[in-house]
């Protein structure tokens, strides 16, 4: 089993910036993929960014050179850096993890971010 913890989400202006982190623990092995999800009101769930352990990273086209997804693995937590946010961001963030060919996809519980216009 896996458990993820999701932080960083809240209230922010356009422009601005916030830092989501994903701390995973549990049943995580030597090789997994971790990655964003965003899902807002009315819409389907959507990848924002994933990594790999090896630190192989893709992002949608809509945050390529706002976002950077990072990982430490020696800490199982996984980050979102989000800069220049702009209201089209706002969508409930999730967290993704799972090990390819070892079993289900494990999702955090979300965590709010609202960008001001």
């Known amino acids: 089993q896996v458990q993820l913890v999701e932080s960083g989400g809240g209230l922010v202006q356009a422009g601005g910036s916030l830092r989501l982190s994903c701390a995973a623990s549990?049943?995580?092995?030597?090789?997994?993929?971790m990655g964003w999800y965003r899902q807002a009101p009315g819409k389907q769930r959507e990848l924002v960014a994933g990594i790999t352990t090896g630190g192989t990273t893709n992002y949608a086209d809509s945050v390529k050179g706002r976002f950077t997804i990072s990982r430490d693995n020696a800490k199982n937590t996984m980050y979102l850096q989000m800069n220049n946010l702009q209201p089209k961001d706002t969508a409930v963030y999730y967290c993704n993890f799972y090990r390819p060919g070892w079993g289900p996809q494990y999702w955090g519980q979300g965590t709010q971010v609202t960008v001001s216009s």
């Open positions: 549990g049943s995580i092995g030597s090789i997994n993929v």
